[in-house]
Nanobody
Framework: QVQLVESGGGLVQPGGSLRLSCAASGSIFSINVMGWYRQAPGKQRELVATITSGGRTNYANSVKGRFTISGDNSKKYLQMNSLKSEDTAVYSC??????????WGQGTQVTVSS
């Protein structure tokens, strides 16, 4: 079992930065992949960024060059720079373990607005 707790959302002006955190506990060494999805009102859920246990990262085209995922086994970070209004969404951290079970954080709201 893995538990995920997110923090770091909020309101930021366009062009600003935010850093999301996702703290993992429990069987953290069984985690193969972690990352974030986001969902804006009326839109489909979008995979934003992933990082494997080996450190390989992947990003949605819409955030490449602006977002960076990093961290260790117990905590991951999503650094979001040059934020745009279209980045406004609920961001949810997730983890997939070796049994291919998916765990979710509670979600955090990111609002980009002047």
């Amino acid at each position: 079992q893995v538990q995920l707790v997110e923090s770091g959302g909020g309101l930021v002006q366009p062009g600003g930065s935010l850093r999301l955190s996702c703290a993992a506990s429990g069987s953290i060494f069984s985690i193969n992949v972690m990352g974030w999805y986001r969902q804006a009102p009326g839109k489909q859920r979008e995979l934003v960024a992933t990082i494997t246990s080996g450190g390989r990262t992947n990003y949605a085209n819409s955030v490449k060059g602006r977002f960076t995922i990093s961290g260790d086994n117990s905590k991951k970070y999503l650094q979001m720079n040059s934020l745009k209004s279209e980045d406004t969404a609920v961001y949810s951290c997730y983890a997939i373990d070796r049994r291919l079970v998916t765990y979710w954080g509670q979600g955090t709201q990111v609002t980009v607005s002047s």
